[in-house]
């Protein structure tokens, strides 16, 4: 059965992003899927420090969660992303862990499903959004739809319940992940290969 790594880049751990997340995990599960849900914490989160060891070694010089998921990564087979909005964008805690997974794991994510979901008292979701959407197609990952885009309002833990059709959005996320989980094992068992990358070409637009 296919895995999804759902991650609560909340530092409330069963706040609203976490009612979001666990809307579309239950999902997952009505329609066939696994789920695993990681809480990041509360602590000070390292950020990446550019020091480019993990282009060689594959982990992060900061042994924490960053590399716990990298180890593990094989398992899943997609990944949601959840975290609450803070002035326009995603939690900077949340960001500092995906910065350091997708730098050093970035290459392993290729052909897993992916998908962000947000949640905000009021606005920035699409800000926020878009930046978290960016780590999944640098990363040839597939970004999975729903029936709106993946955000819900609430403000105190649990208010986002309210959101009846934010609530209805991650169920359907999850049904659209749950269905295309279930395409990919179908492929798989006839032989359907994932695509082969050739080496990356980096320019840096000064030569
Ligand atoms: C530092 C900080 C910044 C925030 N910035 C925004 C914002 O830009 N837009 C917004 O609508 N809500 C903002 N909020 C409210 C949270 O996004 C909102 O309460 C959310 O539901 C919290 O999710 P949680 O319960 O999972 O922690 C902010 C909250 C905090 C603590």
Redesign the pocket.
Do not use: I
């Given at each position: 059965m296919s895995k999804v790594l759902l991650i609560n880049g909340?530092?409330?751990e069963y706040?609203?992003?976490?009612t979001a997340l666990k809307e579309a995990a239950d999902s997952l599960e009505q329609h066939g899927a696994e789920t695993e849900m990681l809480y990041l914490g509360k602590q000070p989160m390292a950020g990446c420090i550019a020091c480019y060891k993990c282009v060689k070694s594959g982990t992060c010089v900061f042994d924490d969660q960053v590399n716990q998921v990298i180890e593990r990564l094989e398992q899943y087979d997609g990944l949601i992303i959840g975290s609450?909005?803070?002035?326009?964008g995603p939690s900077g805690r949340l960001c500092a862990f995906l910065d350091r997974l997708f730098w050093a794991g970035g290459k392993r994510m290729a052909g897993k499903l992916a998908a962000a979901v947000v949640?905000?008292?009021?606005?920035?979701a699409s800000a926020a959004l878009d930046r978290l959407n960016r780590y999944f197609t640098y990363s040839n990952m597939c970004v999975v739809g729903s029936s709106y885009w993946n955000l819900v309002h609430?403000?105190k833990?649990g208010?986002?319940k309210e959101d009846t059709e934010g609530m209805q959005t991650m169920q359907n996320l999850g049904k659209n992940m749950a269905w295309l989980l279930r395409n990919m094992e179908a492929g798989k068992d006839s032989g359907v290969q994932r695509p082969d990358y050739e080496r990356k070409v980096y320019t840096n637009f000064v030569r």
């Open positions: 909340s530092p409330n706040g609203n992003t976490w609450p909005v803070y002035f326009a949640c905000c008292r009021r606005g920035g609430g403000l833990a208010e986002v």
